[in-house]
């Protein structure tokens, strides 16, 4: 019989709504439920792409005898966090600071108030490699909850008191300036692996908010450096494993150093944050490999993650059958020579094998092996190789597809939004800006309300029960600035500012301009969530910097300027410290640095010149400039307003800082001024 999470729109969350547990969504209830019955609760918090949240499901979630326990003893809470990053955000805190490390899925013991006092990741069903069953987990907390209840509620509420005391105070440290930001990029410097690309070592993440510093660094100041970390990374990535070879897109991490062995998982946000760094890559160097991978990941969000409704799902798992009924990790895109021999003939198998670097060791498990492109004097022959492609590509969609999942999440739509529509615009691809726009659409019509306030997931063009968070409201403003500046309609920036104005009413501390990851009136945790350290994705405060920034660009909006620059204390104080964690935050400090430029492009509509204006203005490497396109008479867009033609012609303004140049009717000057 199904549980209570049969009625959740959550694919996680109905995931298990058939497991024996008597599992219980996220809710007042739940906690009313355990002080009724006076047991603690478990709190099961991961997702539905999650390799390890599986194996604990299966191992321990599906038994019997588990759940029976379970159901006994305690209240079962089980969270989806892309759902909840709230309640992820708070407990994640509580488990680092208790056990120095984290992950998912993430187990955590709590009391009738929702006070954590155990914790830990994933549990094995047997003793293993030093970690406990997960029944002697379960039994140990149940005997310290009954026999030692005095202790539990002190170890509990310490926990809180020091949660509480690590409030931020990041907002007020002043903008960051040149020395802050020289000091990051030196920071870099020494975190760079230089012969693999990317910082640090195993596991490997793709880096894609630090490589929009780097690009941005170098725009304003000359840096080879910073390029050079950014190309080689890019190119490292490119030839890996992480990258899929045959359909595009990019998975979430890399296992080793050498980007060769991947967590199979694909997530929209990488996708979307890799996709138009790729193509701004490309802008500042006019690189073809970029240029393809830019295209590449565009085609695989529009063809595997696009919805029925036009927006984007979330991700697509690491798991899928093998073909013998069983789930392994990434059975779905690994190959041995046999296979390539299979189905290529032996001549284009064994080229294939030498193109994509399949062994018959393998690189991965059971002698099979990730497709690379490694390095290599071999000259190939582009069309015989586009050729194996195609059919290896069409043998791969025959396997069974990992499974996705289908909810639609409003900041990395937001992500995908901005990607798509500077890609769609620079290489000439309207179909990829229709794309953004019609993401962009649905968040509107399902995810905003009159207020302007959000959801922050839908599924099947419902909009869910849970309130969007600081990076929601970040992510969405950012996708829509970007199409206001490729599109030339005001409603985009109409609809930023309706954002906007939430970030500084519902997120911001009036009195330091730090932000919060909840509003002001959202449901009360045990502590309101504030990080402003860039993870997986920016983090809400950079992305609403960022944000804030571009839109007082757009329409010399003061509030929104000094939000911006209160937000960037935090750069200030994380950036040289910690760059590698703060590279969203770095990217719109160099933006403030550099104005942002402010470039007005006036004509009438399908004039050539005004279009060779608005994609020089598009393709100009300043950073953070914002651009705005329309005819003389247009009132959609602030920047326009008194910029007659120049002549008669088409013409473009460009100001900073209140100043702005003679406008000019010439490409070739304008690229320049947006490149000096």
């Known amino acids: 019989m199904p549980n209570r999470l049969a009625h959740e729109t959550s694919p996680y969350l109905l995931q298990h709504a058939d497991n024996p547990v008597d599992w219980w969504p996220w809710s007042a209830e739940a906690f009313e439920e355990a002080r009724e019955r006076g047991v603690p609760v478990l709190l099961s918090v991961g997702y539905s792409s999650c390799h390890w949240c599986h194996v604990m499901a299966h191992e321990s979630f599906e038994d019997e005898a588990t759940a029976a326990y379970l159901n006994e003893h305690f209240v079962s809470v089980k969270v989806d966090r892309e759902e909840r990053p709230d309640v992820d955000a708070v407990y994640m805190e509580a488990v680092q600071a208790a056990t120095g490390q984290g992950g998912w899925p993430m187990t955590v013991f709590l009391t009738q108030d929702a006070e954590p006092f155990y914790f830990g990741t994933y549990f094995p069903p047997a003793p293993r490699h030093g970690m406990p069953s997960f029944r002697q987990v379960l039994e140990g907390v149940r005997g310290a909850w009954t026999d030692r209840r005095g202790e539990v509620a002190e170890v509990a509420g310490k926990i809180v008191r020091d949660l509480g005391e690590r409030e931020m105070s990041f907002g007020s440290g002043g903008v960051p300036g040149e020395e802050d930001l020289a000091g990051a990029l030196l920071g870099l410097t020494r975190e760079y692996d230089a ?33 050079q970390m950014a190309q080689d990374t890019c190119e490292r990535m490119a030839r890996g494993g992480i990258y899929d070879q045959l359909g595009g897109g990019f998975a979430r ?23 138009r760094v790729y193509a701004h890559l490309w802008r500042s160097t006019g690189s073809e490999l970029a240029r393809r991978v830019a295209l590449e990941t565009a085609d695989f969000m529009v063809s595997e993650l696009r919805t029925n409704e036009g927006g984007f799902a979330s991700a697509l798992d690491a798991d899928s059958d093998d073909g013998t009924g069983k789930h392994v990790e990434g059975a779905y895109y690994v190959w041995t020579p046999r296979q390539l021999r299979e189905i290529l003939g032996a001549e284009d198998g064994e080229l294939a094998a030498r193109y994509f670097g399949v062994t018959e060791e393998g690189t991965f498990e059971e002698g099979s092996s990730v497709l690379q492109l490694p390095q290599q004097d071999e000259l190939f022959d582009a069309e015989k190789v586009a050729g194996i492609r195609r059919r290896l590509l069409a043998a791969r969609a025959e396997r069974p597809a990992p499974g996705r999942d289908d909810k639609i999440v409003a900041a990395w739509n937001g992500l995908a939004v901005a990607a798509l529509a500077e890609t769609g615009a620079y290489f000439d691809r309207p179909d990829l800006v229709d794309a953004a726009i019609a993401a962009a659409d649905l968040l509107v019509r399902v995810h905003m309300d009159d207020r302007a306030r959000l959801s922050r997931t839908s599924k099947d063009g419902q909009a869910g029960a849970n309130a969007g968070v600081l990076e929601d409201y970040a992510d969405v403003a950012e996708g829509f600035l970007a199409l206001a500046s490729v599109t030339g309609e005001g409603v985009w920036l109409e609809f930023a500012g309706f954002l906007l104005d939430q970030v500084i009413a519902q997120f911001t501390d009036p009195e330091s301009g730090a932000l919060y990851d909840t509003a002001a009136d959202a449901e009360r945790l045990i502590r309101r969530p504030q990080d402003p350290t860039d993870n997986a994705t920016p983090s809400g405060w950079s992305a609403a910097a960022g944000a804030l920034l571009s839109y007082a660009a757009q329409t010399g909006a003061e509030p929104h300027r000094t939000a911006a620059e209160r937000a960037l204390g935090v750069v200030k104080a994380l950036g040289p410290r910690a760059p590698r964690f703060i590279g969203w935050g770095l990217a719109v400090a160099e933006a403030l640095l550099d104005g942002p430029r402010e470039v007005a492009v006036v004509g009438p509509e399908g004039h050539p010149l005004t279009k060779a204006l608005h994609r020089t203005a598009l393709l100009g490497t300043a950073p953070g400039a914002v651009v705005a396109v329309g ?29 702005c140049d003679a406008p000019t009717t010439d490409p070739d000057r304008l690229r320049t001024a947006l490149s000096s």
């Open 253 to 275: 991490y890399s296992v080793d150093r050498e980007w060769v062995v991947p967590h199979f998982e694909k997530m929209l946000y990488d996708n979307a944050l890799l996709c």
């Open 631 to 659: 005819t003389p008479e247009s009132d959609e867009l602030p920047l326009l307003v008194d910029r007659p033609l120049v002549q008669g012609e088409p013409a473009a303004y460009v100001c900073r800082n209140f100043t």
């Open 195 to 227: 012969s693999r690309g990317g910082f640090g070592g195993a596991p490997k993440f793709p880096p894609s908010m630090v490589i929009e510093f780097l690009l941005r660094h170098h725009a304003r100041t000359g840096s080879e450096g910073a390029l």
